[in-house]
């Protein structure tokens, strides 16, 4: 019994040893029949090659082949797919364009271009008009990146015109003569790993295509090229030319080349889309130092004794003898800049009144630096929109702040010899249409973007005779609305006219309770609502453009200048002659992506010694 109990554990053990070792014999038998078999063949294709001397057609050629470049498309198409999908969630925070075409306005579900947001694109493929008559372009589908800036501000704005300033002329000879050489050197490689006769030079190709691309993976510029570079290159270049002498099937290499400027092209797409996106979001966020800014002022604003106001304050905010300028914002340090810029360059500061309108989140941090900061004698008063309790306003519906809508239109010509132009155009929002509610004891207001600087006295527009009109404003005939009826939706509109922008308006609010234009305002918007469409910037763009139709009255053309905020190629003395300098587009003064020549007639009427702005590294 002893001898049997102690047998039986080691025979057990024996046998647990015996299939082990016949386990492992198996799996070290399984190792080269998987090579032969043609998975080492597939790892080997998995880092861009594959062993050539398996290769007996070009379909084998994994990395170049057909089927290949479909996975590598489609990749491709992945992440733009992904692209457009931030692109779609971002949607409503990133800038507003409109192209022609059915007009349908702000399709959540459009995604035909990707960059930027264009809010008036048909659900269906776009077609190109077929006039000469200079009406807006369709924006194409995008399937690749069009050479043409013109085009390419059509699809992406000003995008386009920042990277043109901004581009970088390719120095770096040694880095372009590598991609040059890698680009051929992939383009022969099938056809010679398909001689068998020449193993050697198809496997010593390999390893050079294979080195090549380690070191441009880590090196962009001559500087992070490895020592003996020279050589590499001529290795390479020796390689090449003993693969160019051999007979190969030219249709192969043609077939390989275009594969390969397929996937550069998507590529390139890709990266295109992804940067345009990229520039949108830059310049729609808040820069760190302006929230901190805010934040600062915001805690010491209830850190702070309550902020009383002197009672003749509060009759200078109704007083309508004195000059009320209003502001629509949410930027402390634009509004900042646009009283500072006017009182500046005021004759008499004292009969100066702003009105700040703001929303909640803003609007303890404005007051604190409104009470704290002075400008010469005027008054500045800050009023939060979203408290304030207007007469005749539906209280089921919250206020909320919206700012001066800005789109860009681009326009065509089907005649090769015509240009291709962009506009950019700036109307009023919702908010601009509770002036007569908000200030019932004013006769006359002007009405400031927060994106302007003042470089002239405006005293004179409050002796301006406006001949019956309403509202006082710069006019752009470059746009005019002949050319926006298709999307305005009216035949009865005088197509002659020129559009009507933001920036300087002088409302007469008399004129305005007579003919009450808000009531207007409000019936054609619930108008386009009724048929079904969504409240969006196209809906108010609409309803400003009719409901102030043949009640505009031209300012002289020396008082605005606009596009300080776009355009990179305004004249100086243009500049310095305008009493008022727009700065209308994406590229604001208070950003990084400003344009840098124009920033510094904004700057200049910034406290850069407050010690806010100190503590918050504020310096534009």
């Known amino acids: 019994m002893k001898g049997s109990s102690y047998t039986l554990p080691a025979k057990r053990r024996w046998k647990g040893l015996v299939i082990a070792v016949l386990g492992l014999v198996f799996l070290s038998m399984l190792v080269p029949l998987a090579c032969l078999l043609g998975l080492h063949n597939g790892l080997l294709s998995a880092s861009g090659y594959t062993n050539e001397q398996h290769s007996s057609t070009s379909d084998d050629i994994r990395v170049y082949d057909h089927h290949d470049g479909n996975n ?11 692209v457009d999908d931030l692109l779609h969630r971002f949607r409503p925070t990133l800038p507003k364009d409109f192209q022609s075409g059915s007009f349908e306005e702000a399709e959540p579900e459009n995604k035909t271009s990707g960059f930027p947001v264009i809010v008036n694109v048909p659900k269906q493929l776009p077609r190109e008009n ?22 390419c501000e059509m699809k992406f704005g000003s995008y386009c015109l920042w990277r043109r300033e901004h581009r970088e002329k390719m120095k770096d000879a040694l880095v ?3 991609k040059d050489l890698l680009y051929v050197a992939r383009a022969y490689f099938p056809s010679i790993a398909k001689l068998a006769a020449h193993d050697k030079l198809s496997r010593e190709m390999k390893q050079n295509i294979q080195e090549f691309e380690r070191i441009l993976s880590e090196a962009t510029t001559d500087k992070d ?3 003996q570079i020279e050589k590499k290159l001529r290795k390479m270049e020796d390689v090449i030319a003993r693969a160019k002498s051999f ?39 808040m820069p760190k130092g302006l929230h901190c800014l805010l934040m600062r002022l915001t805690v010491e604003y209830f850190k702070s004794p309550s902020l009383d106001m002197d009672e003749s304050l509060a009759e200078k905010y109704l007083n309508p003898a004195l000059h009320h300028y209003v502001i629509f914002s949410s930027n402390l340090l634009a509004s900042s800049v646009v009283i500072n810029s006017t009182v500046m360059h005021a004759e008499e500061s004292g009969n100066q009144v702003f009105h700040v309108l703001t929303d909640g989140q803003n609007y303890f941090a404005m007051k604190l630096w409104f009470f704290r900061n002075t400008y010469r004698e005027a008054t500045v008063q800050v009023l ?33 010899s015509m240009s291709r132009r962009t506009e950019y155009i700036s109307v009023f929002s919702n908010s601009h249409y509770l002036l007569p509610k908000v200030f019932p004891t004013l006769n006359k207001v002007v009405v400031l973007d927060d994106d302007v600087v003042i470089q002239r006295d405006l005293s004179t527009l409050w002796s301006l005779n406006m001949k019956e009109k309403v509202i006082g404003a710069m006019q752009s005939c470059a746009v005019k609305l002949g050319l926006l009826t298709n999307y305005l939706g009216e035949k009865s509109l005088d197509g002659n006219s020129c559009v009507w922008m933001s920036g300087l308006n002088v409302v007469d609010l008399v004129r305005w309770r007579e003919r009450d234009l808000t009531k207007t305002f409000r019936r054609l918007v619930q108008e386009r609502l009724s048929t079904g469409k969504v409240l969006s910037e196209a809906v108010t763009l609409r309803a400003s453009f009719l409901t102030f139709q043949g009640l505009v009255h ?13 355009d990179y190629g305004l004249d100086v003395n243009a500049i310095k002659k305008a009493a008022v300098l727009h700065f209308n587009g994406n590229m604001k003064p208070w950003l990084e992506l400003g344009i840098p020549k124009y920033r510094g007639y904004w700057k200049k009427f910034l406290n850069l010694e407050n010690q806010f702005l100190s503590d918050c590294n504020i310096n534009p």
């Open 247 to 285: 007979p190969v099937d030219c249709n192969n290499v043609d077939k390989k080349l275009r594969q390969i400027v397929d996937l550069t092209e998507d590529e390139a797409s890709f990266h295109m889309k992804q940067s345009a996106f990229l520039y949108q979001l830059a310049v729609q966020t």
């Open 225 to 227: 090229l490895p020592p």
């Open 554 to 566: 031209a300012l002289d053309d020396a008082w605005v200048l606009s596009g300080l905020g776009h």
């Open 72 to 82: 590598r498309r489609n990749q491709s198409e992945d992440k733009s797919t992904k």
């Open 176 to 178: 372009k003569k590598m």
């Open 384 to 416: 939060n929109i979203e408290d304030l309790n207007l007469k005749d306003h539906d209280n089921a519906t919250p206020l909320h702040l919206s700012l001066p809508e800005e789109f860009r239109v681009s326009f065509g010509n089907d005649k090769p």
């Open 130 to 151: 077929s006039t000469t008559t200079g009406k807006v372009e369709v924006a194409k589908e995008i399937k690749g990146v069009d050479d043409s800036e013109k085009s």
